[in-house]
């Protein structure tokens, strides 16, 4: 072991030598400190920052300030659910004869995504995903006016959320440009959740389907759950919202099913809802909706029994997406489905943004 001791002079610490660009990092963040003083702030209160030369530029935050963003997000959440867990009064539903399901699928909000026009040509934040899955959902109700709706499906799809931890990182560990605390975002998405869910009851009960996401896999189910306890007096509501991957629902002649598509072979999934769905048997049309790369994508031709597609998203492209060329002006939108309860079905609707 390489020994220190000549360092040494009178006793105390070895003093170490720094390189030129160690010693410039070392004054960055006293320039931080100096920032801080500068202002009449607490330098130990600083959150986070960044400290930008001509050769790099670096974003820090505080440990501290993490422990204290989960403190929040626990407290705020465990607040809101206690304390508001509303009585919803049962709405009674007049019998159908001809009635039509409403698949409503708001997919890959990315809710804390951060995009700017600089960058990829886009803007896109939280306040922009919470308007435009509102606008994008109340659109495809408006426009599926004139059919008789006697049940509602609605996609909890995966990526609801950009981030799924509070070092801003999906699920697998990648960091994300983000837009805002991660509490903060979640807290949006929950009360974005309860509105949409609120409208949609409205029309016909509703079933919640939760398809887990590859940024979100572990902060999207705690949102299914929370979400769940905030509707648990509400009688008109049912729930699928385990970690299982692929979801199913039976309509009359129809089974409906999603997955969020981005672990599984597309080849490998009309056999696996053979497999795993109870209901294959006892229906004649039947579909496979996939999320995950935000844009249409349908079979060339019809597998064996299964119509398949993709979901577009209202998502735009961050700086990573735009520069692999996954990006378009004309794709982003809300999709919804109509379906009839013997003839499959009988229309989609699209809210382009």
Same mark, same amino acid.
Request: some cysteine.
């Given at each position: ?111 804390? /995504?951060?995009? *700017? ?11 922009? #995903? &919470?308007?435009? +899955? $509102? ?111 692929? /979801?199913?629902? *039976? ?11 981005? #672990? &599984?072979?597309? +080849? $490998? ?85």
């Amino acid at each position: 072991m390489k020994s220190h001791t000549k360092r040494h002079k009178k006793g105390g610490n070895p003093k170490y030598r720094l390189k030129p660009d160690e010693a410039d990092i070392l004054y960055q963040y006293r320039r931080a400190r100096d920032e801080c003083e500068k202002e009449d702030i607490d330098p130990k209160t600083l959150h986070s920052g960044w400290i930008k030369s001509e050769n790099a530029s670096l974003y820090f935050q505080q440990p501290k300030a993490q422990e204290e963003d989960f403190k929040k997000m626990s407290e705020e959440l465990i607040k809101e659910v206690s304390q508001h867990s509303p009585q919803y009064k049962k709405i009674p539903r007049d019998q159908k004869l001809d009635g039509h399901l409403f698949f409503c699928c708001p997919s890959d909000l990315h809710i804390g /995504k951060l995009c *700017k026009s600089f960058v990829s040509g886009e803007e896109y934040d939280s306040q922009m #995903a &919470v308007l435009r +899955a $509102l606008s994008g959902v109340n659109g495809c109700i408006d426009k599926a006016k004139g059919f008789p709706i006697d049940k509602v499906v609605f996609l909890l799809s995966g990526d609801l959320l950009h981030v799924d931890n509070l070092s801003n990182t999906t699920t697998k560990g990648t960091p994300q440009d983000t837009d805002g605390l991660f509490s903060d975002n979640f807290l949006i998405a929950k009360r974005l959740m309860v509105d949409i869910i609120e409208t949609l009851v409205q029309l016909a009960d509703v079933h919640i389907m939760f398809t887990p996401g590859n940024h979100d896999h572990v902060s999207g189910w705690l949102m299914a759950q929370v979400l769940q306890a905030h509707f648990r007096k509400n009688k008109n509501i049912s729930w699928d919202i385990s970690m299982q991957m692929r /979801k199913y629902y *039976k309509y009359h002649n129809n089974l409906i099913s999603s997955t969020h598509g981005d #672990a &599984v072979k597309w +080849a $490998l999934l009309p056999m696996l809802m053979a497999d795993e769905s109870k209901d294959w048997s006892d229906t004649k049309y039947r579909y496979m909706f996939t999320q995950h790369i935000h844009h249409k994508v349908t079979a060339k031709n019809d597998f064996v029994g299964v119509t398949m597609e993709s979901l577009r998203s209202p998502s735009e492209a961050d700086a990573w997406h735009h520069k692999s060329g996954y990006s378009s002006s004309n794709n982003k939108a809300i999709e919804s489905f109509l379906f009839s309860k013997e003839n499959g079905q009988v229309a989609r609707i699209t809210h382009l943004f």
